[in-house]
């Protein structure tokens, strides 16, 4: 198994070109299933690639499709895709038997303004059927913080829907440009529901996916509060290169001691 927990981040095309990279250097791995991939994905092909991943004692967590997707949409049409697409993605999960499925929740103030109560109302069904799915593959679902500037939304989500397996996936990245509360904060209201982190930095003007350490994200902070309460969620580098990758492996072990061994 490999000994550092870290995972990466992974378009699943990407997979067999990079097995050998993940194997040397123990990592585990987040696959990324755009809608693309997932339509012209051969179940035969992925339940292969799950027997080689466990195999070789590598964890996996799942992102799912998220471009254009919304399960709080005010369009039935919409919500009908989106029902789809998630529904594709716990297809996946049911093979490659993953710890945690990463959903975007789709909310963004400026598109539904004040209609946050119908967004919430209109996404619940759609979150209590993907449970339903983690239960029969014993996986967590877990939604990601994108445009949002505080954390109530995602824990009002999480407690309407009211099960174990919905959880939050902390992104710094997303915070750093959109927060508008402090780390502290938000970890006061989503720590005890975090089940996985995304890890990269920017320097709050674009989704750079800096290697961490190398924006303005205050590092020490935001590793002492994961460390704090949720010690034992996955931790997923988000690198758009090899290169970057290795910085970001490089500086998360300075700055945690926990990197790839």
Request: overall charge negative; glycine content about 6%.
């Amino acid at each position: 198994m490999p000994e550092s927990g870290v995972h990466v981040h992974l378009p699943y095309p990407q997979l067999d070109e990079a097995f050998p990279f993940l194997v040397e250097r123990r990592l585990n791995v987040e696959l990324f299933f755009s809608s693309d991939t997932l339509d012209r994905l051969e179940p035969e092909q992925l339940a292969a690639a799950a027997a080689r991943l466990h195999a070789a004692g590598i964890r996996t967590t799942i992102h799912a499709p998220f471009m254009d997707l919304s399960p709080g949409s005010f369009e039935p049409l919409l919500r009908e895709v989106t029902r789809r697409r998630f529904h594709q993605a716990m297809d996946a999960a049911a093979l490659l038997r993953p710890r945690v499925v990463v959903f975007h929740p789709g909310y963004d103030k400026w598109r539904y303004g004040e209609n946050r109560e119908r967004w919430l109302a209109e996404s619940i069904p759609l979150w209590r059927e993907m449970v339903r799915r983690g239960e029969e593959c014993d996986c967590l679902i877990a939604v990601e913080n994108i445009f949002e500037e505080e954390p109530g939304t995602l824990l009002d989500l999480i407690r309407a829907v009211d099960s174990p397996r919905l959880r939050h996936c902390f992104d710094v990245g997303h915070w750093n440009l959109f927060g508008r509360v402090s780390l502290e904060e938000w970890f006061s209201l989503l720590g005890p529901y975090l089940a996985e982190s995304h890890i990269h930095d920017n320097r709050g003007e674009r989704d750079e996916h800096l290697p961490i350490g190398e924006g303005n994200v205050d590092t020490r902070l935001f590793f002492s509060l994961l460390e704090r309460h949720a010690p034992d969620a996955v931790r997923t580098i988000e690198a758009h290169s090899r290169e970057k990758l290795e910085r970001a492996l490089t500086n998360l072990a300075e700055l945690t001691g926990n990197g790839p061994g």
